[in-house]
Structure formats: structure tokens, C-alpha cells
């Protein structure tokens, strides 16, 4: 049953730890999967891939459905509104497009110089937001497409930007090694968040807005209070640059990262280790991480040019699968079966 409809579940942990591999999904193009999303329902997961792609793979089945060719450069961010009518993506070229929940296309526009790397909506979604390696932040009316104002504050590239679920307060991370929060009402910098030593590469609020994590190429995670404007913990466990990172969307204190060594890791804040996780769930990269909406499977996307699904073990299930293991083990055991679909777009790895 999905933790949406048990009460256990939305306050316990370790049931939405959601470490058991269900499959993996490939284009048949191969390419890196640089940002991925859950339909606001839950039926499709919607992958953004490097050569300007959308692939829509099934919620139940997980098999491919349809491949539409949505940009001319790279993707490097998607967002849905509030109100789950539309969605919002944008490219290597700086450009941001309108798609309605039909995956229908409506409105184009240069937005940025260069790379859009985020996008956030405002909680009424009459505003949204992007950030760009051109080092801005930028404010859009949505019905109009139309430039509200332009935040400048961050010295080097902008790599990441959430707006807080209930208020007028954007944070954003950079190059620069800084986490910013800004009044966008007003364009002004409010606060500088300081501790990282390296590049923020993503970030979050959590669904009450009270906490901020933070994920860098330090290699480690901190959890910001709003309230205090103060850093509440930090999470060590990384080997390397952690480069995602994601809310539960029910359980407030669970949060899942990846990294650039292909581990994803489960924290509970409060818990000063890893409450799970597969330190080799990708084999490259983890650039993109997103929860099924009802929190019963998490999607990844990765650099190794993969998309894969994983569920929380079921009562009796063993507590560890294929990726826990090595990969000499792994390839001892083999693939069972590798199946290539000619007519359409996609294949299918399916592991015994």
C-alpha cells in the first residue's frame, strides 16, 4: 500500500527507504539522463536526456511509451506547477519551453546566455524562476513569459534554485561555494548561508519550508533551519561530489542523495549515518532523483546513460539485491536477459 494512505509511513523512516532495485530503463539512443519527473499523478516518468529528448517511461510496467523530440541542445532541468497543469524545461542554449500535462508544446523563449540549470514555481505559480551559468537569478510572469526582474548576487555560476512551498523566498546555490536566500518581491539578497567549500550542485526545501538541505562537490550534505538561520546538521558519507539530492514527500525528515561515484544514500534527519542506500546503484554520476509521488519508488537518472526504478522491500524480503553487491558479483551472476525492441526507442535490461 503506498505511505500516502498509512499514517506509520509518513512519520517512519525506515519504511520509505526504497533501496530494492525494480529496473532499469535505457533509450536506444544511448545518453546521459540529466534530469527526471514524475507525471503530478504518478502513471509516466518524464526523462530529460543530453541530446534534447523527452522519454515518457510507464509508471506500473516501467517499459517505454513515447520519445518526443522536446529541444535542440542538451535538457538540464524540468519543473511542474502546483496546480499540475504545466511543465516547464529548459536547455543548454539557454532557452526555457511551455508544455501542457498532454506533453502538447505551447510557448518558446530565450531566457538566459547560457545553461538554464533550474527552474522553480512560485506556491501560487503566477511567478517562476530559473538560474543559469550566466551567474543570474530570474524572475518571470508566467502567463505572460515576460522578465519581472533580475537577481545578481552569486559570483560564478548559479548551478541550483528551490522557492520556498508557502512563501515569497527563493534559495540558491552556486559556483561561488555560497547558499543565497532572496526576497524576489524586492530582487534583494536577504541572507548568505555559509559552510560548503566547493560548488552547491543541488538543493531543496523540505515540504514544511523549515529546512534547506544543501548537497556538494565537498562531498557532503547540510541540513539548514530557516527559523535560527542556522545549519541543523551535516551528513557525511559521500566518497565523492554529491550532486542531487530529494525530499520524501511525506515523511519530513527523509531525504535521498547521489553522487558522482553512482552511490544513492538515504538520510533521517537527526541520524548522523545513512539509513540506507546502494553505493552502486549507477555506474557513473547520479544527476537527477525524484520520488513517485505517492513515496513508494524513487526514480534516478544518471551520467551511465540509465534511468532506474527502486521500491522499499516488502515484509520478508532480503535486505539486499543485486546492487549491494560487488560488481565482480554482479557479473558473475550475469544478465539474464537483454532485450532490443526494433520498432521503437528503447531497451530493456531485465535482471534475473
Known sequence: MPPAFSQQA????????????????INKVRCPINVLKWTPEGRRLITGASTGEFTLWNGLAFNFETIHQAHD??????????????LLSGDDSGKIKYWQSNMSHLKEFSAHTESVRDLTFSPTDTRF???????????????????????????????????????????????????????????????TLYGHKNTILSLKWNQNG????????????????????KELQTFKGHAKEVSSVAWHPFTET???????????????????????????????????????????????????????FWARNRPGDALHDRFSQTRKDEELSGIK??????????ICLIYS
Not at 12 to 22: G, L, R
Not at 271 to 283: L, P, R
Request: with cysteine; hydrophobic share 40%; charged share 25%.
Open 73 to 86: 541542445r542538451a535538457i538540464r532541468s524540468m519543473i511542474w506547477s502546483h496546480n499540475d497543469t504545466w
Open 254 to 308: 527523509l531525504f535521498v542523495s547521489g553522487g558522482s561515484d553512482g552511490a544513492i544514500k538515504y538520510w533521517d534527519v537527526g541520524t548522523d549515518y545513512s539509513v540506507g542506500g546502494m553505493d552502486q546503484a549507477h555506474e557513473s554520476t547520479v544527476f537527477s532523483l525524484d520520488f513517485h509521488p505517492a513515496g513508494h519508488l524513487l526514480a534516478s537518472g544518471s551520467n551511465d546513460h540509465t534511468t532506474r
Open 129 to 191: 524562476a530559473s538560474c543559469s551559468d550566466d551567474g543570474t537569478i530570474k524572475i518571470w510572469i508566467f502567463a505572460e513569459a515576460r522578465e519581472e526582474r533580475t537577481l545578481k548576487g552569486h559570483g560564478w555560476d548559479v548551478k541550483c534554485l528551490d522557492w520556498h512551498p508557502t512563501k515569497a523566498l527563493l534559495a540558491s546555490g552556486s559556483k561561488d561555494h555560497l547558499v543565497k536566500l532572496w526576497d524576489p518581491k524586492s530582487g534583494n539578497a536577504l541572507s
Open 337 to 346: 536477459e537483454v532485450a532490443i525492441m526494433d520498432k521503437s526507442e528503447w
Open 210 to 229: 523549515n529546512w534547506l538541505v544543501t548537497a556538494s562537490r565537498d562531498q557532503l550534505l547540510r541540513v539548514y533551519d530557516i527559523r535560527t538561520m
Open 10 to 25: 509518513r512519520y517512519n523512516a525506515a519504511i520509505n527507504v526504497a533501496t530494492k532495485f525494480v529496473h532499469t530503463s
